[in-house]
């Protein structure tokens, strides 16, 4: 079992509250456990690209790349990760 507290500041480098503030009246779709959101990256290609990263992963893949993402946690229980499909649709599309 993983301890994600709801305290720990959550990796993104975007203003979640205000998003989730937002979309407080219209929180309809899919919840997940989002783990980060890189606004601008040119990493792995040519091009600049939008990443979302997802919490949580049963693989546990000896050679994983990203092993502080694997652990699964609920996002209706640990609000500190979680984001409705709108919420990340909406930091996708504001940069």
């Known amino acids: 079992m993983c301890d994600v507290s709801v305290e720990e ?3 993104i ?3 979640l509250k205000n998003i989730q503030e937002k979309s407080k009246t219209s929180r309809k779709g899919t919840n997940g456990a989002v783990h980060s959101i890189e606004t601008y990256t040119t ?3 040519d091009g600049i690209r939008r990443l979302v990263f997802l919490q ?3 693989k ?3 050679f ?3 092993p502080e993402m ?3 946690v609920n996002p209706d229980t640990c ?3 979680a984001m409705t499909d709108k919420e990340v649709c909406d930091v996708v599309e504001e940069e």
């Open 70 to 72: 694997q652990c699964i």
């Open 9 to 11: 500041p959550v990796n």
């Open 13 to 15: 480098d975007f203003d």
């Open 56 to 58: 949580g992963c049963s």
């Open 43 to 45: 990493t792995d290609g």
């Open 79 to 81: 609000p500190g990760v």
């Open 64 to 66: 994983c790349s990203n």
């Open 60 to 62: 546990r893949c000896i």
